[in-house]
């Protein structure tokens, strides 16, 4: 089951910053945050992940909470195109692979 | 930049017929996975498969499931007898260790 609990939708106007927030409180020590996602019904996209400092790449940063109970992926100039189902998720990792479990994740919208 | 690939894109299929999904994972990616996701729903994990066997599987994942790496490049999944709830966008997924998945762009079965 996910382990993550995130808003349903948000809107967000083109040319600004989507905050999406995402609350794991049952985390593990070990376990990494994963945020993908859907554009239509696409294959999830992968994002950015991390443990437990901040990360950017070229297309998001995520803010990790010193305590790791709560993230954030922020897209810094939303585009019309950012437009998709984000999801967030925690990592559960066994010896020969990593399920990843998918929630119902954040529908966002970017309004032109 | 490698991609997963996915064949057909769409497959239309009588109730009780079997179906080959079909996925190329990137080439030197170690770990595969399908998921299923029903129109509407969310993204569910079936089966993750690594070093020719299923490392683990879902509870969705029964006797009508099967999957096979038949040669060096390509990753099947086989349902023996469709159902019509077998109606799904099928995702393959692969990584080279227990990190990030990539995932393709899926397969549209419609079972009739």
């Known amino acids: 089951d996910a382990k993550t609990t995130q808003p349903t939708s948000m809107d967000c106007a083109e040319g600004r910053a989507a905050n999406l927030p995402c609350n794991h409180s049952?985390?593990?020590?070990?376990?990494?945050v994963y945020w993908y996602r859907q554009i239509h019904s696409q294959g999830p996209q992968y994002i950015i992940h991390?443990?437990?400092n901040n990360e950017t790449n070229e297309m998001a940063s995520l803010i990790i909470t010193e305590d790791r109970k709560s993230s954030t992926l922020i897209l810094p100039h939303a585009t019309l195109r950012d437009t998709a189902v984000y999801y967030c998720?925690?990592?559960?990792?066994?010896?020969?692979?990593?399920?990843?479990?998918f929630g119902t994740g954040t529908s966002l919208t970017v309004i032109p | 930049e490698p991609e997963v690939t996915q064949t057909p894109s769409h497959q239309v299929t009588q109730m009780g017929q079997e179906v080959i999904l079909r996925c190329v994972p990137i080439?030197?990616?170690?770990?595969f996975y399908w998921y299923r996701q029903i129109l509407g729903q969310k993204v569910e994990f079936l089966v993750s498969?690594?070093?020719?066997?299923?490392?683990?599987k879902s509870e969705i994942f029964d006797d009508q499931f099967s999957v096979e790496r038949p040669d060096g490049s390509n990753f099947t999944l086989k349902i023996r007898s469709t159902k019509l709830e077998d109606s799904a966008m099928y995702f393959c997924?692969?990584?080279?260790?227990?990190?990030?998945?990539?995932f393709g762009p899926g397969t549209r079965l419609l079972v009739l």
């Open positions: 080439s030197n990616h170690l770990y």
């Open positions: 998720i925690v990592r559960v990792a066994v010896y020969t692979g990593n399920q990843f479990y």
């Open positions: 498969f690594y070093n020719n066997e299923i490392s683990e």
């Open positions: 991390g443990l437990k």
């Open positions: 049952t985390i593990s020590g070990n376990e990494y």
């Open positions: 997924a692969s990584n080279y260790h227990q990190e990030t998945q990539y």
